[in-house]
DNA sequence: CATGGGATTGACT
DNA sequence: GTCAATCCCATGC
């Protein structure tokens, strides 16, 4: 499989959200297929490039293709790429993954060596543990940095949207995309258009 | 320089 | 269901 260029991650960023779906993160020997993405651009206020350039956000309103790693909570890393032309602040967060190499290191670095595989990197704080991503993957280029994308096979598969999980501004947007019916996506799992109509 | 708030997770009631 | 852990950094004095 081949990195994405730089051109693939150069257009709006909820284009480049539902195409990740499918794609595949590598780091050493380590790697999953994305089955969840959120999109964040700075015309929003969920998005850290709301507030504009700053030190913390100069990694989105750089060139794209690039890996924005920030810490959250004081505790995890989380994963994105970042989108559309340089100069505006727009990236992808990496949800979840489902993982297809290097299982036994994830379970290694997430200190539970016997955690279920669907529960493994269904989170953005538990796929940077299991991968090993850092702070330090910060500003690392995509296309050939320790923290790479391959391109995807094709998702044929319905890719469902709802409102991103964990934030308290912009919650109406809908742009949370999972794989339909996908057992690695983080919770809560997105409700299936027409299910749940009885009660 | 002090403060406050998270794009979360896991443990516990 | 509730809640603490923990640190970067934006903001305000």
Known sequence: MQALQPDFYARPV?????????????????????????????????????????PRTSTLFGPPGIA????????????????????????????????????????????????????????PGKLTQALGVTLADNGGNL???????????????????GPRIGITKAVELPWRFCLAGNEHVSRPRPVPLGAGAAR
Not at 82 to 106: D, F, K, N, Q
Not at 143 to 153: E, H, K
């Open 143 to 161: 296309a050939r940095g320790g923290v790479q994308i391959l391109a995807g096979a094709g998702v044929s598969e319905v890719v469902h949207t």
């Open 14 to 54: 909820l284009e480049v959200a539902r195409a990740l779906i499918g794609c595949t993160v590598v780091r050493g020997d380590v790697a999953g297929v994305i089955v969840e993405t959120e999109a964040y651009h700075e015309s929003e206020p969920a998005c850290h490039a709301f507030v504009g350039l700053t």
């Open 68 to 123: 924005y790693v920030y810490r959250s909570y004081g505790i995890h890393a989380l994963l994105n790429a970042v989108c559309e032309p340089e100069g505006v602040g727009a990236a992808v967060l990496i949800r979840a993954l489902e993982p297809i190499s290097g299982i036994t290191a994830m379970r290694r670095r997430r200190g539970r060596v016997a955690e279920r595989l669907d529960e493994l990197c269904s989170g």
